[in-house]
């Protein structure tokens, strides 16, 4: 009997719960005989009624499981306070607002049972999101791509499905920044593109806003390139180059031309902007890695759990398998 794990975000989903757990349960039922399930609600310090309903499913079901983090820590963190809990043969991330259809599961198990270490899903075509979104997502997948020094999959998000042996790998990088999908394809090990059609929210509106989408990128781009940077030293030398040319220029019309030589304001003043905003911009971009050093030298916990509900000595989480240490318990 295979046990898979089903690890659900939760902020600020309420209206969703009950459908989310009917429609979950029927899939994972569905799986058949060979395979066990349970399902870990994370919840990412929302103060509506999603805790108190999650803990009732909790009650009613022993499969159902729930951890209550201490404050909103965002999407990323809540999946990994999940997976480090997971106790699963198998992990499936699924988001909680019904847009990755909890159908798709069975399919990710199959090739899962084929011998695919990681099935992810790729989204065919996104169903009720702003064309905002669609041309900000289609754009940030292809940039990061062209940056990153690991290929990552075009148009992925969170919804995948991981067997153990990733779960344990993923589990010891302890990195704060996280781009978890960035993470799972760095790890490697025999991964399958399952295409699936994004539905619509099944209730209540997108939790990501525009700066989140932002840090989100920021993040994947930092954690996995250190290409801002070359392009920086690469930009500094063009426009050196171009300063020397000028120089040039200036002496070449110092002597061909000597009654001209007193104009150019204009040129002066392009050149003196154009140069402070590209140090300007050159500074911003070496504080944001400076700043990524700063975050990660605290090693603070990833995130802090504040209540467990559903879990039994048994799925009690345990210590990290590769470093030893009880990680499970604060997230380091
Ligand atoms: N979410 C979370 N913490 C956050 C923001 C979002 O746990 O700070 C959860 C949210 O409840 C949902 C999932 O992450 O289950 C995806 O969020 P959302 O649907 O808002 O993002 P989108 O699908 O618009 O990218
Ligand atoms: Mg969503």
Known sequence: MKLVSTVVPIYFEEEMIGELYRRLKGALVALGDGFDHEILFVNDGSTDDSLPRLRVLADADPRVRVIDLSRNFGHQLAITAGIDAASGDAVVVIDGDLQDPPEVIAEMVGKWQEGYGVVYGQRRSRAGESALKRVTARWF??????????????????????????????????????????????LGFKQYALP??????????????????????????????????????????????AALAVLVWAVVMRIARPDAV??????????????????????????????????????????????????????????????????RENGR
């Open 141 to 186: 997948y292809r940039l990061l791509n062209s940056l990153s020094d690991t290929p990552l999959p075009l148009d992925t998000g969170d919804f995948r499905l991981m067997d153990r042996a990733v779960v344990d790998a993923l589990c010891s990088m302890r990195e704060e920044a996280r781009y978890m999908r960035g993470m799972v394809s760095w």
């Open 196 to 241: 699936y059609d994004r539905d619509a929210r099944f209730a209540g509106t997108t939790k990501y806003t525009l700066s989140r989408m932002l840090r989100l990128a920021t993040n994947g781009v930092t954690s996995f390139s250190a290409r801002p940077l070359t392009l920086m030293i690469d930009f500094g030398v063009l426009v050196t180059l």
């Open 262 to 327: 007193v104009q150019g304001w204009a040129s002066t003043m392009v050149i003196v902007l154009f140069l402070g905003g590209v140090q300007l911009i050159s500074l911003g971009v070496l504080g944001v890695y400076v700043g990524r050093v700063f975050m990660e030298s605290k090693r603070r916990p990833l995130y802090v759990v504040s209540g467990r509900y559903g879990f039994t000595d048994h799925n009690a989480p345990q210590p990290c398998p590769h470093c030893g240490r009880p990680v």
